[in-house]
C-alpha cells in the first residue's frame, strides 16, 4: 500500500533525517513539507496526505492546535505525533484529541517504521514509554486521590466521641461547642475521608490508631 506523507516540523534537519529514513521504503512518499501548523494546513492538507507526520512544538500554530484543527474537519487523515514532548499533560491532551499513534524523536528506525505501519491498518500506536509515562501518572494521581486530607486535631477528638457513641449535643457538651461547630466539624471529617456513615467511620479511626 502506497502511503502519501506530510511533515510538519519546525527543524529542517529533522525533516532530511525522516527523509532519509524513509528513503529505501518505496512505499512511502513523502508530498508536503512543513515549518509550523499553519503552514501544513494552508499547503499540505489540500494535497490530502494519508499521514501526517507531526512535531509539538512549532511557531506560528503549535501541533496540539493543528491536530485538533485537522482531525475536526479531516478525520480520515491519520496523525502520528513525533515530538521531544514526553510530559504526560501534553500527551494526555493529544490523547484526547484522537491522534492515531505517539512517539519520541529519540525512538529508533524500526519503532518508527512500526509505528507507520501500525496506523496504516487501522491501529494507533503508543510507544512504549509513552504508555510507561501515562501509566505513572495515572498511579500518582489514585495515589494522591487515595490519600486524605489531614485531620485537625480537634476532628480526631470528635473522631474518638463519635466512636463512643456520643450524638452531636453530646459531644458539644463534652468539648464546650455549639451544636453548629459540631455538626459542621461532623461536615468536614466525613467529606476530608469520603465516608457517610458512623460504622465505616469508627472503622477507620480502629484502622488509623485514632481510637484503640
Request: aromatic letters at 4%; glycine letters at 6%; zero cysteines.
Given at each position: 500500500?502506497?502511503?502519501?506523507?506530510?511533515i510538519?516540523?519546525?527543524?529542517?534537519?529533522?525533516?532530511?533525517?525522516?527523509?532519509?529514513?524513509?528513503?529505501?521504503?518505496?512505499?512511502?512518499?513523502i508530498?508536503?513539507?512543513?515549518?509550523?501548523?499553519?503552514?501544513?494546513?494552508?499547503?499540505?492538507?489540500?494535497?490530502?496526505?494519508?499521514?501526517?507526520?507531526?512535531?509539538?512544538?512549532?511557531?506560528i500554530?503549535?501541533g496540539?492546535?493543528?491536530?485538533?484543527?485537522?482531525k475536526?474537519?479531516?478525520?480520515?487523515?491519520?496523525?502520528?505525533?513525533?515530538?521531544?514532548?514526553?510530559?504526560?499533560?501534553?500527551?494526555k491532551?493529544?490523547?484526547?484529541?484522537?491522534?492515531?499513534?505517539?512517539?519520541?524523536?529519540?525512538?529508533?528506525?524500526d519503532?518508527?517504521?512500526?509505528?507507520?505501519?501500525?496506523?496504516?491498518?487501522?491501529k494507533?500506536?503508543?510507544?512504549?514509554?509513552?504508555?510507561?509515562?501515562?501509566?505513572?501518572s495515572f498511579?500518582?494521581?489514585?495515589?494522591?486521590?487515595?490519600?486524605?486530607?489531614?485531620?485537625?486535631?480537634?476532628e480526631?477528638?470528635?473522631?474518638?466521641?463519635?466512636?463512643?457513641?456520643?450524638?452531636?449535643?453530646?459531644?458539644?457538651?463534652?468539648?464546650?461547642?455549639?451544636?453548629?461547630?459540631?455538626?459542621?466539624?461532623?461536615?468536614n471529617?466525613?467529606?476530608?475521608?469520603?465516608?457517610?456513615?458512623v460504622?465505616?467511620?469508627?472503622?477507620?479511626?480502629?484502622?488509623?490508631?485514632?481510637?484503640?
Amino acid at each position: 500500500m502506497n502511503v502519501n506523507i506530510a511533515i510538519a516540523d519546525d527543524h529542517q534537519i529533522i525533516i532530511d533525517g525522516i527523509k532519509a529514513l524513509l528513503q529505501n521504503e518505496k512505499q512511502y512518499k513523502i508530498i508536503a513539507e512543513a515549518s509550523n501548523g499553519q503552514e501544513l494546513i494552508n499547503e499540505a492538507i489540500p494535497l490530502m496526505p494519508d499521514l501526517i507526520l507531526m512535531d509539538i512544538g512549532m511557531p506560528i500554530m503549535d501541533g496540539i492546535s493543528a491536530t485538533r484543527k485537522i482531525k475536526k474537519e479531516h478525520p480520515g487523515i491519520k496523525i502520528l505525533i513525533l515530538t521531544t514532548y514526553a510530559d504526560p499533560k501534553r500527551i494526555k491532551e493529544m490523547l484526547k484529541i484522537g491522534v492515531d499513534g505517539y512517539i519520541l524523536k529519540d525512538s529508533g528506525k524500526d519503532n518508527f517504521i512500526t509505528a507507520i505501519q501500525t496506523i496504516m491498518q487501522g491501529k494507533t500506536y503508543y510507544d512504549s514509554r509513552i504508555t510507561e509515562i501515562m501509566m505513572d501518572s495515572f498511579n500518582k494521581k489514585k495515589s494522591i486521590a487515595k490519600t486524605p486530607t489531614p485531620l485537625t486535631q480537634r476532628e480526631k477528638e470528635i473522631i474518638r466521641l463519635i466512636s463512643e457513641g456520643m450524638n452531636t449535643k453530646q459531644i458539644a457538651n463534652t468539648l464546650f461547642l455549639s451544636l453548629l461547630t459540631v455538626e459542621t466539624h461532623r461536615k468536614n471529617i466525613y467529606t476530608k475521608l469520603g465516608l457517610n456513615k458512623v460504622a465505616t467511620l469508627v472503622r477507620y479511626a480502629v484502622e488509623e490508631g485514632i481510637v484503640v
